[in-house]
């Protein structure tokens, strides 16, 4: 059944792999765009798991799932985007059948787990500042659930396609390979249902919920007005815009492919022009490197240890970070509860 998977509608995927859908120069940019991604990720999510390992003042709960984030995200820039850079250079798929579906399972297989991990970081998130000192805590073994779930799920639902219970093809330009969101056979259709509504819709709403609730509690912090000299509002200020940052970078990169390959299944006559139906590709894959950035690095604390180990030892935020860990502001939370918005929101 496996060698079936492997071989089977090959050629229907692969009679086009030939097909030039762009000019040489065109295949170029596109390599060099994954190429700087996948490069810069590499190098952003390697140092994450070294800084993070090498300073023990980092290895809090969420260090866990952000360690894992980066795990993914190297996963995916190196299995990936440097084969679909070489590809794109070359202008057309060149590692075969049984490269295409190994690439397909490793890609899928590391981003839905990078999901779901995005997904553990927004509860996290809402359970620390929504119940600061309450009953429901994150601790360290909750931490380690959510990682051991998040790549158990996404073993579960990516390996069904290697014995013949759906199948990866060629997608775009015909230089990666991803799920067959394509084909109208029943057995691949019940498969891709399933997968899109348990590895995309669970995780998005999960990730929506999350942060439209913590959103909530922190504009209800600051209509209290019982911060000192005003500080709440700059610390709500900041938080929020950091937690918009994370919602729009997850819609920008996750939601176009997303929504592709559900307009896909819900009509099977839909035409995407190969080059348009890229750019969801793409973007999706450009996450292993937004994903270090905004969950990491505009973290004070992780950039306090960071920045110094890249630049040997200066750091030019130093100023910033030790004047921010002077600041005390005390707010009222609902239920009497009392917090500090930047310790009980600080990863």
């Known amino acids: 059944m496996e060698t079936d998977a492997l071989q089977g509608n090959s050629s229907s995927s692969h009679s086009s792999v030939n097909t030039k859908f762009l000019s040489q120069t065109g295949y170029t940019v596109l390599a060099i765009i994954m190429g700087v991604f996948s490069v810069a990720g590499i190098i952003l999510n390697v140092l994450v798991i ?5 300073y023990r003042q980092l290895r809090q709960p969420l260090s866990y799932a952000l360690v894992n984030l980066a795990i993914c995200d190297l996963g995916c820039a190196v299995f990936g985007g440097l ?4 590809t794109s250079a070359m202008g057309y798929f060149s590692l075969g059948r049984v490269g295409c579906v190994l690439e397909g399972f490793a890609v899928s297989f590391f981003g839905i787990a990078s999901l779901c991990t995005v997904g553990v ?6 359970i620390v500042v929504c119940y600061p000192m309450g009953a429901v805590l994150f601790q360290t073994r909750h931490a380690v659930a ?3 779930l998040s790549w158990v799920w996404s073993f579960v639902w990516n390996t069904p396609p290697l014995f013949g219970w759906g199948s990866y093809e060629l997608e775009g330009v015909k230089t990666s390979c991803a799920p067959n969101w394509y084909s109208r056979d029943v057995g691949n259709m019940s498969y891709i249902i399933i997968y899109f509504c348990l590895c995309f819709a669970v995780p998005f709403s999960i990730i929506m919920v999350s ?5 909530w509690t922190l504009r209800q912090v600051t209509k209290l007005q019982v911060s000192e000299a005003g500080s709440t509002n ?3 200020a900041q938080v929020a815009r950091m937690v918009v940052v994370m919602v729009l970078a997850f819609l920008v990169t996750w939601l176009p492919y ?8 819900i009509d099977p006559s839909l035409y995407i022009d190969p080059v348009i139906a890229t750019i969801p590709v793409y973007l999706a894959k450009s996450s292993t490197l937004y994903n270090p950035i905004i969950y990491v690095f505009m973290n004070r604390q992780f950039r306090g240890y960071a920045v110094p180990t890249v630049l040997c030892g200066w750091n030019p935020w130093a100023s910033d970070a030790q004047m921010s860990e002077g600041e005390t502001t005390v707010v009222t939370l609902n239920k009497g509860q009392k917090v500090s918005p930047k310790e009980s929101l600080k990863e």
């Open 50 to 54: 070294v800084v993070t390992v090498k």
């Open 211 to 215: 942060y439209s609730r913590l959103l």
């Open 258 to 265: 997303a929504g592709m390959a559900l307009a896909v299944i």
């Open 234 to 236: 700059r610390v709500e």
């Open 121 to 126: 970081i927004s509860v996290e998130r809402y």
């Open 146 to 148: 959510g990682v051991v």
């Open 83 to 86: 084969p679909t850079t070489v």
